[in-house]
T-cell receptor
Framework: LAKTTQPISMDSYEGQEVNITCSHN???????ITWYQQFPSQGPRFIIQ???TKVTNEVASLFIPADRKSSTLSLPRVSLSDTAVYYCLVGPKAAGNKLTFGGGTRVLVKP | EPEVTQTPSHQVTQMGQEVILRCVPISNHLYFYWYRQILGQKVEFLVS????????KSEIFDDQFSVERPDGSNFTLKIRSTKLEDSAMYFC??????????????FGPGTRLTVL
C-alpha cells in the first residue's frame, strides 16, 4: 500500500478556502485517492475520490497532478462545522479492500 | 438517507468479560468491516466480511475476536475475554457492490468500549 504523508494540523478562519496536500510518492497504477472526514466521536465519512486531474462535488474539490504523486483536497469557504480530521487514503477501488488510515490532518476553523 | 447503526453507543465491562458489539449495515450492502480507534490514535482495520466469511483480518484480530452475521441484517463483533487495551471506539462499516459509484465505505457512529 502506498504510504501517505499529510500535515498534522492546519488552522483556518471561517469563509476561507482550505487546501490540504497529501504526498503519496509510491502510488500504484490501480490506486485511487480518497479523502475521508472525521468529526470528534464519530465515524469517518467519505468526502471525495479521484484517480487523476480534478474531481469536484458539492463538498470539496480534489486536484491530482499528472504524476499522481500528490493530491490536494480543497474545501471552499469553510465554516466552524468543518473543524475535523481529514484523512488521505490511497489504494485500489476494489470492493473488499480495507481502508488504511494514517494520522490525518486536524483542521481547526476559527471564527 | 440510509445509514449504518451501532449498539450500544457505550459499553463498560470488566476485564476478562465477553462483549458483543452490534451493527446493522445498510440493507443492500455486501461488504462489512470492523475498525477500531484507540483514543487519540488513528483508525485501525480489524476485519472484513463478505459472503458470510472473513475475507481479511489484521494482526489485531486474534483468537479473542470473532464476527458473525447471524440473521442477514445484524453484523456483530465479539471479544471473548476483554483486556484493558481493548478499550477503544469500535466502528462498523459497510459497502455496496463493485459496480459503479465511488465504492465508499459507510461508517456507523461507533461503540465506545471501556474495559475496567
Amino acid at each position: 500500500l502506498a504510504k501517505t504523508t499529510q500535515p498534522i494540523s492546519m488552522d483556518s478562519y471561517e469563509g476561507q478556502e482550505v487546501n490540504i496536500t497529501c504526498s503519496h510518492n509510491n502510488i500504484a497504477t490501480n490506486d485511487y485517492i480518497t479523502w475521508y472526514q472525521q468529526f470528534p466521536s464519530q465515524g469517518p465519512r467519505f468526502i471525495i475520490q479521484g484517480y487523476k486531474t480534478k474531481v469536484t462535488n458539492e463538498v470539496a474539490s480534489l486536484f491530482i497532478p499528472a504524476d499522481r504523486k500528490s493530491s490536494t483536497l480543497s474545501l471552499p469557504r469553510v465554516s466552524l462545522s468543518d473543524t475535523a480530521v481529514y484523512y488521505c487514503l490511497v489504494g485500489p477501488k476494489a470492493a473488499g479492500n480495507k481502508l488504511t488510515f494514517g494520522g490525518g490532518t486536524r483542521v481547526l476553523v476559527k471564527p | 438517507e440510509p445509514e449504518v447503526t451501532q449498539t450500544p453507543s457505550h459499553q463498560v465491562t470488566q476485564m476478562g468479560q465477553e462483549v458483543i458489539l452490534r451493527c446493522v449495515p445498510i440493507s443492500n450492502h455486501l461488504y462489512f468491516y470492523w475498525y477500531r480507534q484507540i483514543l487519540g490514535q488513528k483508525v485501525e482495520f480489524l476485519v472484513s466480511f463478505y459472503n458470510n466469511e472473513i475475507s481479511e483480518k489484521s494482526e489485531i484480530f486474534d483468537d479473542q475476536f470473532s464476527v458473525e452475521r447471524p440473521d442477514g441484517s445484524n453484523f456483530t463483533l465479539k471479544i471473548r475475554s476483554t483486556k484493558l487495551e481493548d478499550s477503544a471506539m469500535y466502528f462498523c462499516a459497510s459497502r455496496g457492490s463493485t459496480s459503479g459509484g465511488d465504492g465508499e465505505q459507510f461508517f456507523g457512529p461507533g461503540t465506545r468500549l471501556t474495559v475496567l
